[in-house]
């Protein structure tokens, strides 16, 4: 028995569908746009009022949970949060919540 490899794609009935040179070109250029696309969001940084933030996914993500949390108490509070240069600055819910804003017009800007 020959060992073969194949080069394909599975279909949805289970077959295995011969890929040309031109879909593994596209696939590959694909995952290169995708890498690319993926390493200008960690790099995102936006400025408010404020200062500079990181607009990477996980400080959005962190921003949310934050602003829900502030959500409960009286406007006003603040919470203490370190900005892109590494300055300690005390943020309001509203501050948080336009660098959330424009952080994630940002990153929807990669995905255009």
Known sequence: MNNIEAKGKITNNGQLK???HYEEVLDNNID????????????IEVT??????????????????????LGSMKKGTTVKWKM???????????NLLEAMVKAGQA??????
Not at 32 to 43: F, Q
């Open 48 to 69: 408010t009022k404020v200062g500079t933030w990181n607009g990477d996914e996980d400080s959005q993500n962190r921003m949310c949970r934050t602003i829900v949390a």
């Open 84 to 94: 892109l240069d590494n300055k300690i600055v005390e943020v309001t819910k509203e």
């Open 107 to 112: 990153q929807s800007d990669l995905w255009l």
């Open 18 to 20: 011969k890929i040309t």
């Open 32 to 43: 290169k746009l995708k890498g690319t696309r993926n390493n200008k969001v960690k790099l």
